[in-house]
Structure formats: C-alpha cells, structure tokens
C-alpha cells in the first residue's frame, strides 16, 4: 500500500491518499480525502492510520511501514513501545 499526504503551508487543511497494490504493483483500490492538519507531518501520519483503518476493516494483510519521513517513523516506534509488540 502506498499512501502520501500534502499540505500547503498557511492552510488548516491538507490531503491523504492510499492506494492498495497486488503482487505485481497493479492499483487495486485507492482513496483519498481531505483531513483537518497544521503540519505536512500531520497529513503523512493521517494517511498511515487511514491506510491502517482500511487494511483492519477490508483485508486480514498487515501493514509493513517504510517512510523517508522521520517524524512519521518515530511516531510509530513510539507507538510500539506502549502499545507492545502488535503489528500496527
């Protein structure tokens, strides 16, 4: 699953989008919304949980988290550690 957000400095919005892959990188379902955010941090994490939301309800998949985004990565080493060793 790729997911990404933007936002545009000076605004209180931003926009996440996920979009699910198979095996051989094809597009098999995508969404995207609009999300309340002050920081581009903020939109990034919102398309992590959305994307966690959607594989929780639509599929029995786990999430493997890669970013370039530090933030984000520290975000969810932090959750880890409270929350234990469960997958997100």
């Keep these: 699953m790729n997911v990404d957000g933007s936002f545009e400095e ?3 919005e931003g926009s996440i989008v996920c979009v699910r892959r198979d095996k051989i ?3 098999v379902n995508e ?3 609009m999300v ?3 920081l581009s941090s903020q939109t990034k994490t ?3 949980l959305e994307a966690r939301r ?3 309800k639509n599929t029995s998949l786990n999430l493997s988290v890669e970013s ?3 933030i984000v990565i520290r975000a969810v080493k932090i959750r ?3 929350c234990g060793r469960r997958k997100l």
């Design 54 to 56: 959607y594989l929780r």
């Design 46 to 48: 919102l398309a992590l």
């Design 68 to 70: 370039n985004n530090l």
């Design 80 to 82: 880890k550690r409270f």
């Design 25 to 27: 990188g094809r597009a």
């Design 10 to 12: 000076g605004k209180s």
């Design 31 to 33: 969404f995207a919304k």
């Design 36 to 38: 309340s955010a002050t």
